[in-house]
């Protein structure tokens, strides 16, 4: 059965940090990850991609701040979160995308990240 399954969210103070974490079961990365996010009212936006070449974008919001990478033998995607702020506070996605006629797009169930004093 494929899945994604994210974890790590929670409630975290400004300035503060968290490790999201995506795993895949029923498949192996082999194009690209990302890591979305949703606040409430908001479209879903991109907050940071890795391919299989492991080359990295992320959103200009969370430039310096976010990072992400991946454990290829735990088949884990991560996502380091650090100086975090109120306007991160959102749902996090996880999606699992490669192109083509063999290819195939995953998404997680979502976990929340809130970030309040």
């Known amino acids: 059965q494929v899945q994604l399954v994210e974890s790590g969210g929670g409630l975290v103070q400004p300035g503060g940090s968290l490790r999201l974490s995506c795993a895949a079961s029923g498949f192996t990365f082999s194009a690209y990850v990302s890591w979305y996010r949703q606040a409430p009212g908001k479209e879903r936006e991109l907050v940071a991609r890795?391919?299989?070449?492991?080359?990295?974008n992320y959103a200009d919001s969370v430039k310096g701040r976010f990072t992400i990478s991946t454990d290829n033998a735990k088949k884990t995607v991560y996502l380091q979160m650090n100086s975090l702020k109120s306007e991160d506070t959102a749902v996090y996605f996880c999606n699992a995308k490669r192109p083509g006629i063999w290819g195939y797009d995953y998404w997680g169930q979502g976990t929340q990240v809130t970030v309040s004093a």
């Open positions: 890795i391919t299989s070449d492991v080359s990295r």
